[in-house]
């Protein structure tokens, strides 16, 4: 048995998440961690919200609400989205919390103790028409490396550089579209990337097994050498700075979101220690590509530089983005499908397992309502549903929902005991490298042997002349519904838990050999997978 540390990427506070979050972290994370479950290791899977920053305080403005209050209030509508897409968080954190507070605050000091931080006056965006400092994510200009035209203060989207504000051409104020746009002066820290640098490239040197993805961001970034970070931003909402003559100031969102995955395990474990400072855990991230700079970089160096004793990452999973019907989901411009109305329209598991074979791993993909609508009929419905559906119910009508007693396997049934050995290690397989696309391809093709079995066997042919010879095929074929309903369980847990219950089988990884014993009674499911229709889907 081993250990694994699993942590998805942070979702913010403000608003509920559309599909492209589920699809780029949340859900591969969940299903690794559901398959390490499976296999017997020891997982503890932290996620949460982040709730620092500018967006924060100007959604809970427009909504009326004190920041907190709101922040508390969004926290417990994705926490409740999370739990009905069946995401197994041993614990969904927050971090405004106190722990991510402290421990944030630990790190900066140990930093600063250490010579990584350096106070500096710096030449901020001010907006007279707005009548405040503009927040880096509030200033809109053009990307001074690849040209686009909307690039952030803080992040080119295009080309997922981080950015200065003072880097913008012809930058303009995103609140009035101002372009009387002032820098003034004011006091900040900043984080040393530069002095980290040299400990950086020798760290990432040292990972194995990264996706090609991750590993092109994180060098493209390195190539360009490290810029030294600004860490603090003049707002009242974060964690405040334990510094003298920066007490009205506040860590940028970015400092400490991360720190809030070590808090996430001091709030729900004791033995918290034995996760984060130990060496026999293997941390796992997932994320999509544009929070890799954070993570594969900055994150890093922020542990590093502290001196701290605290787990770094081994491999950061980076997805590519869904798209939406040919353009990118954007919440802001309510294009895409949101993660609410997803689950009004369509059971969780529908969506968990067209998100999984469709996952964005390589390169991009797109969602579309017919491309789900088929993808959902043909594999669910057709393919996994009817095998569960029409081997339990011949075995119930004519076996007494009793599971019989097998004679000898024949010939077919030795090449189908060949056959889903060979699956089952090469799932395992993908299930370890991460590839979650080709892990989702070998669930289905697990599904479409034990089909294929059941239509070469024909119990319902059988029965008519050899019972015994219908009883060797029925007893193997509930057998491969349990190991159809195992293999997918950590895609489509309800279905799965559903059927394995029906049998009365638990979850582990499938094992051919553990057979259901004859004389065990059984329940046919009820309809796993209706199927569904794109005229059914609610208006967005
Ligand atoms: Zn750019």
């Given amino acids: 048995m081993s250990k694994f540390l699993i942590t998805s990427a942070l979702p913010y506070v403000n608003g509920v998440k559309h599909l492209g979050n589920l699809a780029g972290s949340l859900l591969p994370a969940d299903i690794h961690a559901r398959f390490r479950r ?20 100007l959604a809970a403005q ?27 968080f041993d614990h969904f954190s927050r971090t405004s919390g106190e722990a991510n507070r402290r421990l944030t605050q630990e790190i900066f000091l140990a930093l600063d103790a250490a010579g990584f931080i350096e106070e500096r006056t710096l030449r901020q965006a001010y907006s007279p028409t707005d009548g405040r400092f503009l ?18 203060g803080d992040q080119c989207e295009a080309c997922t550089r981080l950015l200065d504000p003072g880097d913008l ?8 579209g101002a372009t009387d746009i002032e820098f003034r002066e004011t006091r900040h820290l900043f984080l040393r990337l530069s002095a980290l640098e040299p400990r950086v490239r020798e760290w990432l040197a040292s990972r194995r097994g990264w996706p090609p993805l991750v590993q092109s961001i994180a060098g493209k970034w390195l190539q360009e050498g490290l810029r030294d970070r600004c860490i603090t931003r003049d707002l009242d909402w974060g964690v405040p700075v334990p510094k003298p003559g920066f007490e009205d100031k506040v860590f940028y969102v970015w400092f400490d979101a991360p720190i809030g ?11 918290w220690r034995d996760w984060w400072q130990a060496d026999d855990v293997r941390y796992v991230q997932f994320l999509a590509k544009d929070n890799v700079p954070f993570h594969a970089i900055s994150f890093p160096a922020t542990i590093l530089g502290s001196g701290l004793p605290f787990k770094l990452v081994d491999v950061i999973k980076g997805f590519n983005w869904l798209t939406f019907e040919g353009g990118k ?11 609410d109305s997803a689950l009004d329209w369509c059971p969780a598991d529908t969506w968990r397992w067209w998100l999984a074979i469709n996952a964005p791993e390589g390169s991009d993909s797109d969602f579309t309502v017919e491309r789900f609508v088929d993808g959902v009929n043909k594999d669910l419905a057709d393919v996994f549903g009817n095998l569960v559906n029409r081997c339990l119910s011949f075995a119930a009508t004519r076996f007494d929902s009793t599971v019989p007693q097998p004679g000898e396997p024949g010939p077919i049934e030795r090449k189908l005991a060949a056959d889903l050995a060979a699956h089952l290690g090469r799932l395992r397989e993908r299930h370890e490298a991460l590839a979650l696309r080709k892990a989702a391809e070998e669930v289905r093709a697990i599904w479409k042997l034990a089909n294929a079995y059941l239509s070469e066997a024909a119990p319902w042919a059988a029965i008519a002349h050899d019972r015994a010879r219908a009883a060797t095929v029925v007893h ?65």
């Fill in 329 to 339: 989901f954007s919440t802001s411009s309510g294009h895409g499908l949101f993660t």
């Fill in 62 to 88: 427009a909504a009326g609400l004190p920041v907190a209050a709101y922040c508390a209030r969004q926290h417990a509508v994705q926490a409740d989205i999370y739990r009905r897409f069946g995401l197994s």
């Fill in 169 to 176: 051409l012809s930058p303009r104020s995103a609140i009035s």
């Fill in 476 to 540: 193997t074929g509930i057998n491969l519904v349990r190991i159809a309903a195992l293999a997918a369980w950590p895609f489509i847990p309800f279905a799965a838990e559903t059927v394995l219950g029906c049998l009365g089988e638990s979850i582990a990884w499938p094992d051919p050999a553990a057979a259901i014993p004859a004389g065990r009674r059984f329940r046919v499911p009820p309809l796993l997978f209706p199927r569904i229709s794109a005229a059914c889907r609610p208006p967005a």
């Fill in 261 to 271: 995955y070590i808090a996430a395990a001091i709030e729900c474990r004791a033995d």
């Fill in 38 to 57: 499976q296999t017997g290791d020891e997982v503890l899977f932290l996620c949460g919200t982040d709730e620092h920053g500018t967006p924060a305080e």
């Fill in 135 to 152: 927040p880096d994510r509030y200033i809109i200009g053009t990307c001074p490396h690849c040209g686009s035209a909307n690039a952030r």
